[in-house]
């Protein structure tokens, strides 16, 4: 039996407070899926999601951009949403167009009101997380306080799958602790040395991963049963209910690193793919068409329905970022705008990559890619095909084209 190629997509936000990292995190996993061959800086001015002069200047992110990496097989699209607090409607909008998230914490600030802000929202939106603690290499780094603060402002069940090996500026690695493997990075290695759990650390890293465990089995019925017969789960058992748990929301997972020395990113990209969805397993999306309310599931022969969610006129020319929710876009294609109830022909389809654009003939229900060619859908309309209408977002007061270089 064939997969579904929708199972190895993610469609990923990164969620954090200013400050907190969310650039670093976004550079250092281009860099690690080898989408960019040299790390970006955010004090240089050289990293590839912030495109805007201004924001550069800032330090800020501001402009949402999504931008396709490949790790283990799978296809990331990481929607970069605003950190600011006053771009809420395009965070609401990216948390619309992502299946999960990843939230950054930084390890010697804990929650931060803004985190506390974007957490809501994600809340709203049904979003499942993982959540990481980032700058473990700071002098006051606290992965323990940390998720201290998490539990007590943001109230999930944090489920903490990773112990820290050293502290402050001699933190080099993590215990693994589903796997009960150590990942070490030695300086300025880019990739992890896995090996055993150094024995000086063996008795912390079996107390922490019975915590784990004792978490997991009290939320999750089957592997409650499978710790009542053992007492131990199975790592199979404990990976797969923290992906049911993490999926459901009762559950964060959380990891911790430091992006800016590249320490914990394999690991963190490695659990996306094991614990957040794939377009396939969210709920069908919703819309209205003469006030009735409908679904409509990612399958790629269902009639197309997708939401522009950001627009920005580059030098390739005008890109209108699309999530695609069902059914097909192909290039040449005339698509109906549910908003302003006009035709519009897609030009160029594109994979945006942080180097580059891979021109694609068609995109299907579950994927974000960037059309060329429309010349009115803005941030919120909807397309879909001629016939079929559907609209996923009232309209409402048109928002300014964002000029990119
Ligand atoms: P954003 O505002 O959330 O996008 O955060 P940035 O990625 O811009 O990072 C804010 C500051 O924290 C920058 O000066 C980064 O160099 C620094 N930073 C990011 N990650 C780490 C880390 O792991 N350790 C340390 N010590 N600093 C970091």
Not at 86 to 98: N, Y
Not at 159 to 172: H, K, N, S
Not at 203 to 212: D, G, V
Not at 343 to 364: F, Q, S, W
């Amino acid at each position: 039996m064939r997969t579904n190629p929708l199972t190895t997509v993610r469609n990923l936000g990164i969620l954090a407070h200013v400050d907190a990292g969310k650039t670093t995190v976004t550079e250092r996993i281009l860099y690690t899926t080898g989408t960019t061959h040299k790390r970006g800086e955010v004090h240089d001015g050289t990293t590839v999601t912030d495109f805007d002069p201004q924001e550069r200047d800032r330090g800020i992110t501001i402009f949402a951009a999504a931008v396709s990496c490949t790790w283990a097989g799978h296809r990331i699209n990481l929607i970069d949403t605003p950190g600011h607090v006053d771009f809420a409607d395009e965070v609401e909008r990216s948390l619309r167009v992502l299946d999960g998230a990843v939230a950054v914490f930084d390890a010697v600030a804990g929650v931060e009101p803004q985190s506390e802000s974007v957490w809501r929202q994600a809340d709203r939106h049904g979003v499942p997380r993982i959540a990481f603690v980032n700058k473990m290499d700071r002098a006051g780094a606290d992965l323990d306080a940390a998720v201290a603060s998490i539990r007590e402002r943001l109230h999930p069940v944090p489920l903490v799958v990773q112990l820290p090996i050293g502290a402050e500026d001699g933190f080099t690695g993590v215990v693994d602790l589903p796997r009960m493997r150590a990942l070490v990075w030695a300086d300025g290695a880019d990739t992890a040395e896995e090996g055993p759990v150094p024995d000086a650390l063996r008795a912390e890293a079996a107390r922490r991963r019975r915590l784990l465990e004792e978490a997991v089995a009290e939320r999750h019925p089957s592997a409650l049963e499978e710790f009542c017969d053992r007492e131990t789960l199975t790592a199979a058992t404990l990976t797969a209910a923290l992906r049911d748990l993490t999926r459901t929301g009762d559950g964060v997972v959380v990891l911790c690193g430091s992006a800016y020395r590249n320490r914990g990113v394999e690991p963190l990209l490695d659990a996306v793919l094991a614990y957040l969805p794939s377009p396939l397993d969210v709920p069908p999306v919703r819309g209205t068409h003469d006030g009735t309310e409908q679904e409509r599931s990612a399958d790629p022969a269902a009639p197309m329905a997708a939401l522009a969610f950001k627009v920005n006129a580059t030098a390739t020319g005008r890109l209108t970022y699309l999530r695609v929710y069902s059914g097909t876009i192909e290039k040449g294609d005339t698509v109906w705008d549910a908003g302003t109830r006009r035709t519009e022909r897609v030009g160029r389809i594109l994979r945006v990559r942080a180097d580059r654009h891979d021109p694609l003939e068609r995109a299907v229900a579950g994927d974000i890619v960037a059309v060329v060619g429309l010349k009115s859908a803005r941030a919120g309309s909807t397309l879909c095909t001629p016939g079929a209408p559907l609209l996923l977002e009232p309209p409402g007061v048109p928002e300014p084209v964002v000029h990119v270089a």
